[in-house]
């Protein structure tokens, strides 16, 4: 088992370079015309003329084509021109009958012409569609179609080999059908490569639907004159029937031991979905009438195929709006938060995409349900993710190709599936798939060897097509289109639940407001008198007290006022997460100075010196909420020194592009604010813990004490506005405590 080196992007764009339709050339069972309108004058032929029409090049070259065709074939001709489009014609030439096929293209009328006994065309091919059609009918489901489809073809035209082949979404190919003689090898289930294929040729085929090569060994007929005057180029033979072979396709059909071959485009809405393959050992030429039966066949068939994936479609569609409707219902009774509630629901939620696991990012820390990365990894993602797509809505079987860091956990996230519910924040939810390591069996070593040739080198097509493995890593299985369908739908049904829990709040809130102010002068009221009586008692009877008793006393005020500062600090949490922000410019700079004055009492009391080795920028934000975060963190960048030594801390900023010891964790055009100090420093299993409400890491009185709120605002108050808040500290090496800010809500 092997793992295929990939094509070269120099080997592809060779191949792809190839001038296919400018060859210069058509196969030799027919001839080809090409004359002007309106005078009808010949202006190139093909150099076989003279065996097929009696006359040599030279003596048809600008001659009108009265002098070729008899009256009623002309007049057949010229009617089919002034329709937009024509069929076969039955045309009389030199006493022989021609199926011809016109079509326009460098200025000039391009007339193929193959020689056919005498008959009704039409009532051949009729009666070849009708023997198609047959299998067809008695078909079952897709497989059995193609199936069907191969085998009437091959019955039809007699070619050795008839395959159905479908591209994937990277145009690769994978033989789906097959019907062969027993002395062919057998190539059902194998893979080719793009290459094999390349881009100028799918368009030609989506353009052109059939392609008859009736010798691969016959040598091509070329055209009189070789280059268009007008052009100064060959006659462009995309529309031609008779269009020769490219050299490094005939290699290839040789390699192959295919004398003949013929290939029917099967198209879906407009894209090339496969091809009917066919290959004989010998040359073999089909009547046109039977190869306009077999494109029919694959038109139909092409319809019939596509019936067939809407009705699974819809079924899928259906399961998957079960699964949606259930989710929303259960969402919309249950009074938990979101968060909580989706993960209570995580059969649901996986089911609905088929993921291994699912991130919900909603304003809080990720909630992680089944197979995820970890919760670091998942924030990173999403701010990569806010900063890179902004359509709403992202997918891949490939992650670690889009984003590097995700190859460290490929194991359950090699796949993922992407919504935005929120443009103005990194608020996602994420479904992940798995890597699934998977065998793929190639119909030869598709990787095509270079060797020199007189000038420069040519690529060559593989010489064997043996069954040859290759082991894919590093992706999940494909997200089909109706998982993105469910994601999207449930992202627009989710944002009605959010609508509806967002009105519910709004008026929990309004009554919350009211009662917190009923609570904020019930309770602060009686808390003052306590340190107003405690006072009194210590200033009239502190004497008579002792120690101990103006120790305890001392102890009760204190209580006191912590409480009160607690209540505060509650309520101001409280409020933090529901104001609605002022945005305007912001000069931060200016703003900084502020808050300096505001602290500057507790910054001296600490022997704080101040740094600001830059100016900082003007930014868009809620000047007084950001305010609040610069004078909260630098409130406990002040209280947590050593006593001695020299105390500093200092207010920067990283601008766009700057480097940053986590670059993922901001978006490339947003600044990072941060607060840095030389104080004890904070260990890294409690670097989430201080942003917990009146979470505090050392006694109460110890670092002039504190409610162990100021984190936790700071942190509302930045998510508010879109951004993030984190710290990188270590015992004894001081701390950075970084923010960002999201962008303006437009």
């Known amino acids: ?173 994978e033989v789906l059908a097959e019907s062969r003689d027993e002395s062919m090898d057998g190539f059902l289930g194998l893979h080719f490569p793009a290459s094999d294929i390349p881009a100028q040729a799918r368009a030609l085929y989506t353009r052109h639907t059939l392609r008859l090569i009736a010798d691969a060994r016959a040598e091509p007929v070329p055209l009189r004159p070789p280059v268009l005057p007008s052009e100064g180029r060959p006659l462009d033979l995309s529309g031609s029937t008779l269009r020769s072979v490219s050299p490094v396709h005939l290699e290839y059909l040789a390699n192959m031991g295919v004398g003949a071959s013929m290939s029917i485009s099967l198209v879906r809405e407009g894209r090339l979905w496969g091809l009917i393959a066919c290959h004989h050992r010998t040359p073999l030429l089909v009547p046109l009438a039977t190869r306009r039966a077999c494109d029919v066949l694959a038109r139909l068939l092409s319809l019939q195929l596509a019936a067939e994936e809407r009705a699974s479609v819809s079924a899928e569609l259906a399961r998957r709006a079960h699964f949606q409707t259930q989710l929303v219902e259960r969402l919309s009774e249950q009074a938990a938060t979101l968060p909580t509630a989706l993960s209570q629901h995580a059969e649901l939620l996986l089911g609905l995409t088929g993921a291994g696991g699912v991130a919900l990012l909603l304003g809080e820390a990720p909630v992680l349900v089944g197979q995820t990365p970890s919760a670091e990894d998942v924030r990173e993602l999403a701010l990569w993710l806010a900063g890179q797509h902004s359509d709403g809505s992202f997918h891949t079987e490939r992650l670690a190709r889009h984003h590097p860091p995700a190859a460290e956990y490929a194991d359950v996230a090699s796949g993922l599936l992407a919504v935005r519910l929120d443009e103005t924040s990194p608020r996602f939810i994420l479904w992940f798939r798995p890597e699934v390591a998977r065998t793929v069996t190639w119909a030869g070593n598709p990787q095509k060897p270079v060797v020199p040739g007189p000038g420069a080198s040519r690529l060559h097509p593989r010489a064997s097509f043996a069954a040859w493995q290759e082991t894919v890593r590093g992706a999940s299985l494909s997200w089909t289109p109706e998982d993105v369908a469910a994601a999207v739908g449930f992202r627009s049904a989710l944002v009605g639940v959010l609508l509806r829990h967002a009105a519910a709040l709004a008026r929990s809130n309004a009554e919350l407001d009211a009662f917190g102010g009923t609570v904020a002068h019930d309770l602060k009221e009686p808390l003052r ?155 890294e299993r409690f670097h989430e813990d201080i942003f917990e409400m009146f979470r505090r890491l050392h006694p109460a009185h110890s670092y002039g004490g504190g409610s162990g709120a100021g984190l936790a605002i700071a942190r509302r108050l930045v998510e508010l506005h879109g951004g993030e808040l984190w710290v990188e500290s270590s015992p004894g090496q001081g701390s950075t405590f970084f923010f960002t800010l999201g962008e303006r809500p437009r």
């Not at 370079?17 to 069972?29: A, N, S």
């Not at 020689?115 to 047959?134: F, I, K, R």
């Not at 949490?573 to 602290?599: K, P």
Request: aromatic share 6%.
């Open 529 to 683: 008198g306590i340190q107003q009586y405690v006072g009194f008692l210590l200033e009239d009877h502190g004497e008579q007290l002792g120690e101990e008793g103006r120790r305890q006393l001392e102890e009760v005020r204190w209580l006191a006022a912590r409480t009160q500062g607690q209540m505060d600090a509650l309520f101001e949490y409280s409020r933090a997460g529901r104001v609605e922000l002022a945005w305007g410019e912001v000069d931060m700079h200016e703003l900084v100075d502020d808050v300096l004055l505001t602290v500057s009492a507790r910054l001296q009391e600490n022997q704080l010196e101040v740094r600001v080795p830059r100016r900082l920028p003007r930014v868009e934000c809620d000047g007084v909420r950001v305010q609040q975060v610069w004078a909260n963190l630098l409130t406990n960048s002040a209280k947590y020194h050593q006593s001695g030594g020299s105390r500093w801390v200092e207010l920067g900023y990283h601008g766009p592009g700057e480097p940053l010891s986590h670059p993922a964790r901001r978006r490339a055009e947003e600044y990072v604010f941060y607060v840095r100090d030389n104080g004890i420093g904070i260990a």
């Open 1 to 173: 088992m092997s793992t295929r080196p990939p094509v070269s992007e120099a080997e592809l764009s060779q191949c792809e370079r190839e001038p296919i339709h400018l060859l210069g050339g058509i196969q030799p069972h027919g001839a080809l015309l090409a004359f002007s309108e309106p005078d009808l004058t010949l202006r190139l032929v093909s150099a076989n003329t003279e065996a097929l029409l009696g006359r040599p090049p030279e003596a048809l070259l600008g001659q009108p084509l009265s002098g070729l065709f008899p009256p009623s074939s002309l007049a057949l001709l010229t009617r089919a021109l002034a329709q937009p489009a024509s069929g076969l014609l039955r045309l009389e030439a030199a006493g022989r009958f021609f199926i011809g096929v016109p079509h326009r293209g460098d200025g000039l009328v391009v007339l193929d012409l193959e020689p056919t006994a005498e008959g009704t065309h039409e009532e051949e091919a009729l009666g070849m569609v009708d023997l198609l059609l047959s299998p067809l009918a008695r078909a079952q489901g897709p497989k059995g179609l193609l199936q069907a489809a191969a085998e009437a073809v091959r019955a039809l035209t007699r070619f050795d080999r008839v395959m159905v082949y479908r591209f994937d979404a990277d145009w690769h190919g």
